[in-house]
């Protein structure tokens, strides 16, 4: 299985700011995603990191509210700007190497004050 | 409706079976996930199953699938304090994303 190292862990930010989230996964990968989980909430997909070019958004997120880079196969950013409390969350990165798989990171906990 | 769905909350004694249950309304999901998660971590990956599988075991966790009335259930065997956690359901089509139950707070009491 692929070994995900997701930094940070958790951060408190302020309202108004941006974070950048990084995911470093330790072998080439296929696919990889963003997913956020809001408190007491399930998982809900974000974004697909494409590398090489513009990640592809889900219903709801926007490239401008989280920014995504993905420069090789092992690495990728996801960052939230102009943070809100509503922001506070769970970010997840997610990757998959076949049909198969499905491997988490541990997690980037949010919280915006 | 929902995707996925999952009971909200199981609770068991330690050395019981825990069964959890999920529903999906896709047929064409490949693949269904058994996944854990502990309060402040990310998401385990438990187990996997193939949509043209009943069943698979592995130690202590037997999946069975229902293709048939789209109903997937993960029995832990012997169930400890360890394991409770979140436990999410999810489906997935070939390479596409993961759908996601709301999962099922499993708590195991001495």
């Known amino acids: 299985s692929a070994v995900i190292s997701q930094k940070p862990s958790r951060d408190i930010c302020q309202r108004g700011t941006s974070l950048t989230i990084q995911c470093q996964v330790d072998?080439?990968?296929?696919?990889m995603f963003w997913y956020r989980q809001q408190p007491g909430q399930s998982l809900t997909l974000i974004a697909t990191a494409n590398q090489g070019s513009e990640a592809t958004y889900e219903s709801g997120f926007v490239i401008d509210k989280f920014p995504i880079s993905r420069p090789n196969l092992t690495f990728s950013t996801l960052t939230v700007s102009n943070m809100s409390p509503e922001d506070s969350s769970i970010y997840l990165c997610?990757?998959?190497?076949?049909?198969?798989?499905?491997?988490f990171g541990q997690g980037t906990r949010l919280t915006v004050v | 409706g929902e995707d996925v769905e999952q009971s909200l909350f199981l609770s068991v004694r330690e050395g019981d079976s825990s069964v959890i249950n999920c529903t999906y309304t896709d047929s064409s999901s490949t693949y269904l996930y058994w996944y854990k998660q502990e309060p402040g971590a990310g998401l385990q990956l438990l187990t996997y199953?193939?949509?043209?599988?009943d069943m698979k075991q592995d130690q202590r966790l037997t999946v069975l699938l229902n293709k048939k009335d789209k109903h997937l259930s993960l029995r832990i065997a012997d169930t400890q304090t360890g394991d409770s956690a979140i436990y999410f359901c999810a489906e997935k089509k070939g390479y596409s994303t993961l759908t996601f139950g709301k999962g099922t707070m499993l708590l195991v009491s001495p």
């Open positions: 199953i193939f949509s043209n599988m």
């Open positions: 072998s080439q990968v296929t696919m």
């Open positions: 997610s990757v998959g190497q076949s049909d198969t798989e499905a491997f």
